[in-house]
């Protein structure tokens, strides 16, 4: 069985702004499982590895071809729209 641990930390007003949001939209059912997903994900990161030089090559093509055309860019409400929809799709492949 695992155990659980009760912690308390304080968070910036823009940080828990955030956190409530998330919460409320449904991306996390409460505070322990946003904070559970964001260790993993720090875990996640940590344990993975370096970028290749081709995945570095490409998202600095990306970059210059954004920057060059901002026109081209994906605006910020259909990324984060997009992100939203696999941070659920990811949540549910683990149940």
Known sequence: MTKAYTVTIDLEDDDAAYAESCIAEGAYPDIGALAANAISELRDRDDGEDLTKDQIAS??????????????????????????KRHNERQQSKT
């Not at 210059?64 to 409400?77: E, K, M, T």
Request: cysteine-free.
């Open 59 to 84: 998202a600095k093509s990306a970059y210059q071809n954004i920057r060059s055309n901002p026109a081209s860019g994906v605006p910020l409400s259909k990324a984060r729209e997009q992100l939203l």
